[in-house]
């Protein structure tokens, strides 16, 4: 399985929000910049992550994006599901009828816990768990 851009780029500026939360709202282009996502994409992916309630958008002068909740609240299955959708890992595992060896199939058993396993580490890992790791492993902190 491979995640597309939309779900690694929207997961990164979710963390740079998270990062900065105590710091108040980021324009959209220092987000872009500091994350290295075209404004124009980063600017759709919002739009998704506000219509789902995890972003927040502020007007003004001194506006841009939070995050809608702490980042201890904020699941990256939450993430994952609104930008990427389920997760799937073989259409028999979401549609039994998709294949008629499916009462039967090892294989589709695997696929099962495969899935399983991703949804099980998307919800126990919050934005706070990233921001603590990136800490630890002294990844930059981004300020302005």
Not at 2 to 11: A, D, H, N, P
Not at 62 to 82: S, T, W
Not at 109 to 122: C, K, T
């Amino acid at each position: 399985m491979k995640l597309s851009t939309r779900t690694r780029y929207g997961v990164r500026a979710m963390l740079d929000l998270a990062e900065n939360a105590k710091k108040g709202p980021l324009q959209l282009k220092i987000i872009a910049q500091r994350q290295d996502i075209s404004a124009k994409y980063l600017e759709q992916l919002m739009a998704i992550l506000k219509s789902a309630g995890l972003v927040r958008s502020i007007r003004g002068a001194k506006g841009g994006y939070v995050l809608a909740k702490d980042p201890n609240q904020i699941r990256l299955n939450q993430v994952f599901h609104c930008l990427e959708g389920p997760v799937t890992t073989a259409e028999c595992v979401e549609n039994e009828d998709y294949c008629r060896r499916t009462a039967d199939c090892a294989v589709r058993h695997v696929w099962i816990q495969v899935r399983q396993a991703i949804e099980d580490v998307l919800q126990s890992t919050t934005l706070q768990d990233l921001t603590d790791k990136a800490k630890e492993q002294g990844m930059p902190d981004y300020q302005i």
